[in-house]
């Protein structure tokens, strides 16, 4: 358990999306009446407007679509982990987030790599999701 | 259109810049805006309106009310920004509509912090990185840096672009700072100092980043019929454009593109001038890539083109447009939201005919382009002497 990194502060909205990751599982939301697909949790689709969405389990897999390395830590709670990686990830279903790159030689990372899904746990009841590179031929 | 030619900035101010550890940050707004008022020739008692920013080392929770309250002011307009560097030439604008619909007649518009003295290098850094979204962002420990390096990397993967292109423009920015008597930052660089500086955000180094100043600077707007009476030549609004695409950077449509695409054409429009119409431009440039991809977007240059054209020197002192003629927040000053400012006084001066050794030649209108979030709420305005009008 990491001590002292920022935990999301959590508000009616998004406890369902928090309480699935708590879980193992990354929820994004898709509009009843057009289909879209949104992240983060809003009570209206930002494509149509509609207020009918459903919580939908995200694949897990993604694409990178930028990323940096933080070589100046934010606080003193990140800097025993610099360099970091800090990166938007666009997953499958369409939706970008922002997260870390872990568990990954910086080498390795570009844009357009495959990335998969894997948590982070904060506190007791909070896990913030994380991507690392999907091995391939290694 | 209405707005066009119906404002005018009479006064202009600037405090010291740099470490002014012997001025609050309260102080700081206070001195520019009365400097501002005399440099317009005019006393406290003329001006009825007030617009400030927050100060994040001497925050109020109504800012520009008790600015007002400290000066013994009690103004009929009065308003704090609230949205980072493109809010300085919002409130321009909104200004120059409230002086224009009658509800009052000459507004101070005084901005000023003290980033350098008046908080830790810690304090400094959280403060500015809680525009992260405190849910979805801040947890991953990405600083300001971090935020536009996501944007610099898209930018070198979408055009094949090169450090050397974003290292040019703070070459560029420095040989303006370096004809600025006021610049913090007056020592020539060269695109090899730049990218031999230490990376701070990959692919962002050093000098890719804007500075960490105190400062302040106040501009005096007025109807225009009133600006006749000032003792220096009137500038004035000739056209001003918003544009806003999201507020987190994780959530932008596009990582190279932006809404000042949006916000020049608006202000273009009313101004009733092309891109090739202006004499010079300030840029907002916090980091280097954001000069670039704002260049572009303002149609100040082709997609992916703005790279060479600091390559070239054309932003450069003597260029073909230059940009950022006061050295920006890169080399003259950055104290935060109040940054932007400088610009607007810098080209103020520029038109008046006023910058010394760094005059542009021919000055009659000026383009300034200001963003606040990561790249998110941006602002345009053009300015342009009385024969423009």
Redesign the interface.
Not at chain 2, 198 to 204: E, G, K, Q, Y
Not at chain 2, 249 to 252: E, K, L, R
């Given at each position: 358990m990491t001590q002292n990194k920022p935990l999301p502060p959590v508000d009616a909205q998004s406890r369902a999306y928090w309480a699935a990751c708590d879980a193992g599982q990354l929820l994004v939301q898709r509009c009843e009446a057009c289909s879209h697909v949104q992240h983060y949790h809003r009570v209206l689709c930002t494509h149509c407007g509609h207020d009918k969405l459903t919580d939908v389990p995200a694949s897990g897999t993604g694409t990178i679509r930028s990323f940096t390395v933080i070589r100046r830590a934010v606080s003193a709670a990140f800097e025993a982990d610099v360099p970091y990686v800090v990166a938007l990830i666009e997953l499958q279903e369409g939706p970008t987030l922002m997260s870390n790159v872990i568990n990954t030689p910086l080498e390795l990372i570009a844009i357009g790599k495959p990335v998969e899904l894997t948590f982070e746990r904060r506190s007791e009841s909070i896990a913030i999701p994380q991507f690392q590179i999907v091995e391939t031929s290694r | 259109m209405g707005l066009r030619g119906s404002t005018a900035i009479i006064g202009i101010a600037e405090t010291a810049v740099g470490k002014v550890p012997d001025r609050s940050a309260t102080a700081l707004c206070v001195d520019a805006a009365l400097a501002a008022i005399r440099d317009a020739g005019l006393k406290l008692s003329d001006v009825d309106g007030l617009v400030t920013c927050n100060s994040m080392a001497q925050p109020y929770m109504y800012h520009a009310e008790a600015v007002a309250e400290y000066l013994g002011m009690r103004p009929r307009y009065c308003a704090t920004a609230a949205a980072g560097g493109g809010a300085t030439f919002t409130v321009l604008y909104q200004a120059a509509l409230a002086i224009d619909a009658g509800i009052c007649d000459t507004v101070v518009i005084s901005m000023a912090d003290s980033l350098r003295t008046g908080l830790s290098r810690?304090q400094a850094?959280?403060m500015q990185?809680s525009s992260g979204?405190?849910?979805?962002?801040?947890?991953?420990?990405?600083?300001v840096?971090?935020y536009y390096?996501?944007?610099?990397?898209?930018y070198l993967?979408a055009y094949g672009a090169s450090p050397e292109h974003f290292a040019a423009v703070a070459v560029s920015g420095r040989k303006h700072a370096c004809l600025n008597p006021t610049a913090e930052m007056r020592k020539p660089i060269t695109i090899e100092d730049v990218l031999a500086s230490?990376?701070?955000?990959?692919?962002?180094r050093l000098l890719d980043c804007s500075l960490v100043s105190d400062g302040g600077a106040a501009v005096v707007l007025t109807r225009a019929d009133r600006a006749s009476h000032a003792p220096h030549a009137p500038v004035y609004l000739l056209g001003a454009g918003e544009g806003r695409g999201h507020e987190h950077?994780?959530?932008?449509a596009s990582?190279i593109h932006s809404s000042a695409r949006q916000s020049g054409e608006r202000a273009f429009l009313m101004a009733g001038v092309k891109p090739a119409d202006v004499d010079f431009a300030q840029i907002y440039d916090c980091f280097t890539p954001v000069v670039l991809i704002e260049m572009e977007d303002l149609g100040l240059c082709g997609q992916g083109e703005a790279g060479d054209f600091f390559l070239r020197g054309d932003g450069a002192p003597g260029g073909r447009l230059p940009i950022n003629t006061h050295g920006g927040l890169l080399s003259h000053c950055h104290p935060g939201n109040p940054g932007s400012m400088f610009a607007l006084t810098e080209s103020v001066r520029q038109i008046r005919r006023g910058a010394g050794e760094r005059q542009v030649r021919d000055a009659e209108i000026g383009l300034v382009h200001a963003q606040g979030g990561i790249l998110s709420s941006h602002c345009t305005v053009v300015l342009g002497s009385e024969r423009t009008v």
């Open positions: - | 810690e850094m959280i990185s979204h405190a849910q979805y962002e801040t947890p991953y420990g990405a600083t840096p971090g390096a996501l944007i610099a990397q898209a993967h230490r990376l701070i955000a990959d692919p962002l950077i994780s959530q932008a990582l």
